[in-house]
């Protein structure tokens, strides 16, 4: 590695090279960006919002809540999907792609600053395994260029011992309009603004905090420049009022380490590499490198903010404690450094290479989410009300069908979304005559291997209306 005092501009080659690799990598593997059922209603509200010219402040899709107050935090990626859709499952996972594509260049390059390309690599290559699970045609994956880039601006600015970059707010804007995490972004400048202040010299520490808070108090007002103003920052935090289900819903619940893999690799490396080479931290950047560890262990859906974000705090103090200061000159830079025009050049010959090939691009959605046959058959028998499984509610909403329950909990709410889980589980049939009897559901529509079947099988006045490899609906007897 390389200090900050001997690590230059490298010129853009390697993050340009890394960004391409993992484009391709993702437009190979595309069907994988196409497993969860939840871009079906973000491309249905998407949709939605271009024909009225309006964001959604009431439920569209389901019976259960029909009107209730919802906002889209997610309101913009809703509609780029919508928009992208429009050349069939490419034009989704082409977007997704460029965007993880962008976070890892851009990732790549903040690191190559302070770390050798062999480094880089292998770092770019470790944070791409951890967070490719979580890899899918949803929100999420459009905001981590923006995660990574406004760290980069926060942490370029302690080193500096200086205040962040008023541009760097828009970075943060454009995040509350894609993505409802942005408030991630706001928890970060409190750590990074103690880095600096340790930095700086005593004098300057009062005027540079004052300079710190007046930048958090424009970014907590840049979060709200959406088309729903304040009520987006009440938007972005109902999902942590969710209670039980964040530790019952996959992507919320905590990791399992029952089996050795990547993130339990990654965590033993830190630690191991630490205290082989007797590493140290300063102490807002250990408290930083904690809080992400304490998100990762506490929710699989932070493990791709860990593989992200832990590699940058560590690169300048870590760099500084291995190499020399002497290895070369300041201004150092690669031999192989392009100017930014060329660079900028390449980066839109990709994105339009990319976006040309896309009619020769074939992609199907995951099977086991689109119930096809079973909701013809419970159209065609007259069903209204129907009970549907959790993963079946996009593609519902994707056929125009009102749905009993769909992705977005915080809709729902706790106790209603624990029913249905608990239900599904076949451990409650309590929780299942809840949710029959309080919404009049007239038919069901489940997955073929869930316990919920065996239930609605045995429970009195209803029949098995159809079964498939996918679905199975069971309908009122007297119906």
């Known amino acids: 590695m390389e200090s900050s005092e001997t ?21 190979v593997t595309g069907e994988a960006l196409l497993q969860d059922s939840d871009i079906f209603w973000q491309i249905e509200t998407g949709r939605w919002i271009l024909a009225h010219g309006a964001v959604p402040t009431a439920d569209l899709f389901s019976f259960t809540k029909a009107g209730a107050p919802w906002l889209s935090s997610s309101w913009l990626a809703q509609v ?6 429009q050349a069939g499952w490419a034009g989704p996972v082409i977007v997704t792609a460029l965007a993880a594509a962008a976070a890892f260049a851009l990732f790549a390059a903040y690191l190559e600053r302070h770390a050798s390309a062999l480094l880089t690599t292998a770092l770019t290559l470790l944070a791409l395994a951890l ?13 981590l260029p923006l995660l990574v880039a406004w760290f980069i601006g926060l942490i370029d600015a302690a080193d500096r011992k200086a205040a962040p970059r008023w541009p760097l707010l828009i970075v943060i804007a454009l995040w509350a309009n894609i993505h409802g995490g942005f408030g991630l972004g706001l928890v970060l400048i409190g750590p990074t603004a103690l880095e600096a202040l340790r930095q700086a010299a005593p004098a300057q520490r009062l005027l540079l905090a004052s300079r710190w808070a007046a930048f958090g108090v424009a970014a907590l007002v840049a979060c709200c420049v959406t088309p729903y103003g304040w009520n987006t920052l009440i938007a972005a935090s109902k999902i942590l009022s969710l209670g039980e289900v964040l530790t019952t819903v996959a992507e919320w619940s905590p990791p399992d380490f029952g089996r050795f893999g990547p993130f339990e690799a990654s965590i033993l490396a830190l630690f191991g590499v630490a205290l082989w080479r007797g590493l140290t931290l300063p102490w807002p950047r250990l408290l930083l490198v904690l809080g992400l560890l304490h998100m990762a262990l506490g929710h699989i859906r932070s493990i ?12 300048r103090p870590w760099a500084e404690q291995l190499a020399p200061r002497s290895v070369a000159p300041p201004d150092a830079r690669s031999e192989f450094a392009l100017p930014g025009w060329a660079v900028a050049t390449a980066v839109v010959t990709v994105i339009a290479a990319t976006i040309a090939v896309a009619p020769r691009l074939n992609y199907r959605f995951v099977a086991t989410q689109i119930p096809e046959q079973a909701l013809a058959a419970a159209q065609q028998h007259g069903a209204k009300r129907i009970l549907n499984a959790y993963e079946f509610g996009g593609y519902l909403i994707s056929r125009h069908v009102p749905v009993f329950i769909d992705g977005r909990a915080e809709l ?10 608990r239900a599904a589980a076949g451990h409650d049939a309590g929780a299942l005559d809840r949710l029959v009897d309080n919404y009049n559901v007239d038919a069901t529509l489940l997955p073929a291997h869930q316990p919920i079947v065996g239930l609605m099988d045995r429970r009195p006045g209803w029949r098995r209306l159809h079964a498939d490899d996918i679905a199975v609906v069971h309908v009122r007897a007297d119906s």
């Open 412 to 421: 729902y709410g706790e106790a209603m979304v624990m029913d249905m889980f």
């Open 80 to 85: 780029i999907f919508a928009l992208a859709m």
């Open 131 to 143: 967070t490719v699970p979580h890899l899918l045609a949803r929100p999420h994956v459009l905001a």
């Open 304 to 315: 791709e903010t860990f593989a992200l974000l832990v590699p940058m705090v560590l690169a």
């Open 7 to 27: 690590a230059g501009s490298k010129g853009g080659v390697l993050p340009l090279l890394i960004g391409c690799g993992v484009l391709v990598f993702l437009l």
